[in-house]
T-cell receptor
Framework: DAGVIQSPRHEVTEMGQEVTLRCKPI?????LFWYRQTMMRGLELLIY????????DSGMPEDRFSAKMPNASFSTLKIQPSEPRDSAVYFC?????????????FGPGTRLTVL | GENVEQHPSTLSVQEGDSAVIKCTYS??????FPWYKQELGKRPQLIID?????GEKKDQRIAVTLNKTAKHFSLHITETQPEDSAVYFC?????????FGAGTRLTVKP
């Protein structure tokens, strides 16, 4: 398995533009997580899904952020409109549904820069 | 919700010395405590974890201890090497979500 796949790896956009980040979890993993990493705030959990259903979105900072998981192999995180303070590295992670396996496997991240 | 605090934020040691990073958590129901290592520009990767029914776990040069009563856990790295230089994150989880500490930037000087 190629691991968690994220695209794009780097995104530079201008303030006000819509940004869509994509994630493909490891096949067979039932849980998918979106994190944001900044120097100031560290690794923040934004939202997570179980079997494609959003379970906890309390970490989503504002209504400008939205996430979807239309099927077991694809998820998107959208920011509309984007702002400079959204600049960060966004990680997607997945893990199996088995209770005995808690490890989360991270993707390579998307480095977002909003000018 | 869970709150994880991590100290120190930066740590510099001489090659061969030991390094200790400490974390505290707030939710007594948390039962899984992983440690992730993140090298510059890379993704976080699990290096060791411990469950609440165990007090200590060791894997070669790294070990983790857990004190459930005090709600704190620590990462110990012995015989540090330059390639141990990275940011280390602790985390606490009681179910499916995970809350991370702010990270410790470890520098091992050759």
């Amino acid at each position: 398995d190629a691991g968690v796949i994220q695209s794009p790896r780097h995104e530079v956009t201008e303030m006000g533009q819509e940004v869509t980040l994509r994630c493909k979890p490891i096949s067979g993993h039932d849980y998918l997580f979106w994190y944001r990493q900044t120097m100031m705030r560290g690794l923040e959990l934004l939202i997570y899904f179980n079997n494609n259903v959003p379970i906890d979105d309390s970490g989503m900072p504002e209504d400008r952020f939205s996430a979807k998981m239309p099927n077991a192999s694809f998820s998107t995180l959208k920011i509309q409109p984007s702002e400079p303070r959204d600049s960060a590295v966004y990680f997607c992670a997945s893990r199996p549904g088995l209770a005995v396996v808690n490890e989360q496997f991270f993707g390579p991240g998307t480095r977002l820069t909003v000018l | 919700g869970e709150n994880v605090e991590q100290h120190p934020s930066t740590l510099s040691v001489q090659e061969g010395d030991s390094a200790v990073i400490k974390c505290t958590y707030s939710d007594s129901a948390s039962n899984y405590f992983p440690w992730y290592k993140q090298e510059l520009g890379k993704r976080p990767q699990l290096i060791i974890d411990i469950r609440s029914n165990v007090g200590e776990k060791k894997d070669q040069r790294i070990a983790v201890t857990l004190n459930k009563t005090a709600k704190h856990f620590s990462l110990h790295i012995t015989e540090t090497q330059p390639e141990d230089s990275a940011v280390y994150f602790c985390a606490a989880s009681k179910g499916h979500d995970m809350r991370f500490g702010a990270g410790t930037r470890l520098t091992v000087k050759p």
